[in-house]
């Protein structure tokens, strides 16, 4: 499920409106306008804005050149960027630019920030021999505001707004403002408690309402359990679900039993999902749910995951939130895999196992061919089948080679931090049981000394791609510690 945000655009200016500071404007949204998942805010031209006295309208958004210069024009602007809920603002001084007035937005909506100046053009060959922009100097008013005013901000750099390198910067501030978005006022599900002896997922739930303005809703295993039971055997829904479960996954060695029972409890759980509004959830896996149900819930979390219903293991509500990061900083492009740092390799000192019991979603598999639905007693998929099998509804695959980034969020007596790291994940042929991949690392020992040192558990999300850059400025925004270990 795709991720968006809305950005709002503060084109700045402080002298008379000019053919460059209108280039400047075009040009950057034209840019603004090319990055996925974003939809641009801006203030529009007044029909009598070529006057500098012309009509503005907070409703429509409008000031005189569709741009800001003055403190009654960033009050019409913020209140429209309100209205139209934006989630994050980039501030550009086209010319010089206006602080007051540039900063008076930032300060009425407290979303993230992006700033940058435009590159100073040749200077006109006038008698003056003035500068057309004088944006750099401009820039250092407008930052030193931001700060005055406490307001977290990410300073992009010097650019023309046609250039990559401002695309890119654009790019990891619009995934960072997604991964606020998705923090802030989350609503996370809980369903179960933790296993017995886990201490280790234990976390703080007015930490999270102070920090996020997050809930978590709670509910019981039994009663999700309860629910599943409800649907008969030959429900249409029910057998949609094991229609696309044998579409889905090639080599299938449990029983029909099995595929009957997820189905239920998958129909119950996403159910639980939608009508609680959920934006991850953590769930019990063991030991109720065996004689509760007769299966095992592995396969099915990495189904619900897949969907964008991202489901953590173990009760683990830290562990979702991180799952929720990295998915929403992956703009919804692809899908988590919530891990457990496993073992280091034998022989590959700065390899480790990236696994856990067969999770991970289907999507993520390094060949679809691949993809087995197995019991936990027999994983190589030998034995004969055995309907009432518990331990049925563990995925097998190994998850395919790229650059992945891993994170962790932890709370401490009030204090938040996020674990970043990133590392390749190597092909391999081995075989091994659950969902798993080898991933190399810069810096094992590093690696590993920061998780003790600094509190981490033994879970983390996985995900593919490089988001250290969104990440760090998400933290900015949030005010979490970053640990990256790069």
Known sequence: MPVSVKIGFVPSYRFGWTSWTAKMREDSLAALRQIPGVEVVVPQEAPDGAADGGAMDAERGLTPHGAVRSLDEAEVVAEYFAAQKVDGLILCPLDFGDERSACKIAEKLRVPVLLYATKEPYAPDEP??????????????????LYRRHIPFHFAGIFFPDEAEFRAEVDAFVRAVAVVKGLRNARIGQVGVRPAAF??????????????????????LADVVSRAKEYADDAPEVQAVIADIRRTVPIITVADDYLINAAKMELALAAFWKESRLSAMAVQCWPS?????????CALYG??????MLTACETDVMGALAMLVNYQAAMGETVPH???????????????????????????????????LRSRRDMK?????QSGDPQAGLYQFRIRPGRVTL????????????LITTGEIIPSEEKLAGTW??????????????????????????????QVQALLEACKFLDIRPILVD
């Open 128 to 145: 003056g021999m003035g500068r057309t922009s004088d944006s750099y100097c401009g820039n250092l008013s407008i930052a030193s505001g």
């Open 199 to 220: 201490e280790t997922v234990s976390y703080d739930e007015a930490a999270m309402v102070y920090k996020f303005g997050q809930n978590v809703i709670h509910t019981n």
């Open 289 to 297: 749910i065996q004689p509760m149900m007769g299966i095992s819930m």
């Open 303 to 308: 189904r619900l995951t897949q969907q964008a």
């Open 338 to 372: 919530f891990i457990d740092w496993t073992i280091q390799h034998r022989e590959n000192p700065d390899w480790l196992l990236a696994w856990h019991c067969g999770n991970a979603p289907a999507s993520l598999a390094q060949t679809c061919q691949e993809v087995a």
């Open 381 to 385: 998929g030998e034995l004969p089948v």
């Open 407 to 418: 994170c962790r969020l932890a709370e401490y007596d009030g204090e938040w931090k996020m």
């Open 437 to 466: 991949a080898w991933v190399e690392v810069k810096d094992h020992a590093r690696l590993y000394r920061t998780l003790v040192e600094e509190g981490f558990v033994h879970h983390a999300s996985m995900i593919h791609g490089d």
